[in-house]
C-alpha cells in the first residue's frame, strides 16, 4: 500500500514536471536547472553558517578573543585544535605567526573567500533568472502572432490566449526563483559582514595580547 502510494505520488509529480516543462517551453530547462542550483548553494551556505555563527563557535570566540587579549597561547592553542571556523583558523595563525598587521591582513583575506563562497553565482541566478523568464514569455508571445497570422480567420481564440498563458509562465517561474534566491543571499550577506566584523575584533584581540606581552617584557627587564 505504501509503495503504490509512493509510486503514484512520484508519477503524478513527475507528470507536473513534464507539464509545466510542455507549457513553459525551452526555457523552463534552463530555469529549472537554476532553481536546482539555487536551493543546493542556500542548503550548503545555511549549514556552513550555522557552524560559524552557532552559539557554541560564538562562546568559543569570545573564550578565543580573552585568551588572545591575554597573550595566553597555550589556551588559544587548545580552543583552535579541532576548530575549522574561520574564527579559528585566524586565532591560530596570530599565535603562530605574531599579530602584527602583514599576518593579520594576510589571515583574514585567506578566510574572505570561505565567507562569500557561492555569493557571485547566487547574485548571477538573481539577476538571470527574471531575464531567462521573460525571454520565455517573449518567445512564447511571438509564436502565439505567429499563430494569428497563418490564419486568416481565428476559429478558437483560446488557442492564442492559452499560448499567451503559457508564455507568461516562465515569467513567474523566473521571478520565483529570484525571490527565493534573494533573501537567502541578502541573509548570508548580512552573515559575512558579521563575521568580518568578528575577525577585525579578534585581530585587535591578538595585537592587544602582544602589546601587553611586551610591556609586561620590558617591565620584569627593568626589574632586572
Known amino acids: 500500500m505504501i509503495v503504490e502510494l509512493a509510486t503514484t505520488a512520484s508519477s503524478g509529480w513527475t507528470g507536473e514536471l513534464s507539464s509545466l516543462l510542455t507549457r513553459g ?21 545555511v549549514i556552513f553558517w ?18 588572545l587579549r591575554t597573550g595566553d597561547a597555550p ?38 573567500g570561505r565567507l562569500d563562497r557561492y555569493m557571485v553565482t547566487m547574485s548571477t541566478i538573481i539577476t538571470a533568472a527574471p531575464l531567462l523568464g521573460i525571454l520565455g514569455t517573449v518567445l512564447g508571445i511571438i509564436q502565439s502572432f505567429e499563430l494569428l497570422g ?19 509562465l516562465t515569467t513567474a517561474f523566473g521571478l520565483v526563483v529570484a525571490l527565493i534566491t534573494l533573501f537567502p543571499y541578502m541573509a548570508f550577506r548580512g ?16 595585537q592587544e595580547g602582544d602589546r601587553r606581552a611586551g610591556r609586561e617584557g620590558l617591565a620584569e627587564g627593568a626589574l632586572q
Open 75 to 112: 589556551m588559544v592553542r587548545g580552543l583552535v585544535a579541532d576548530d575549522h571556523t574561520p574564527y579559528g583558523q585566524v586565532a591560530c595563525r596570530l599565535v603562530e605567526e605574531g599579530a602584527n598587521d602583514a599576518v593579520a591582513l594576510e589571515a583574514v583575506e585567506d578566510q574572505r
Open 25 to 45: 517551453g525551452y526555457v523552463m530547462i534552463p530555469l529549472l536547472i537554476l532553481s536546482i542550483i539555487s536551493i543546493t548553494l542556500v542548503v550548503e551556505r
Open 191 to 206: 552573515q559575512s559582514a558579521r563575521a568580518m566584523g568578528r575577525l577585525e575584533a579578534l585581530v585587535a584581540a591578538g
Open 150 to 168: 497563418a490564419r486568416s480567420t481565428l476559429s478558437d481564440p483560446t488557442e492564442v490566449a492559452g499560448g499567451i498563458a503559457a508564455a507568461l
Open 50 to 67: 550555522v557552524g560559524v555563527n552557532g552559539k557554541t563557535s560564538l562562546r568559543r570566540l569570545a573564550r578565543l578573543n580573552h585568551a
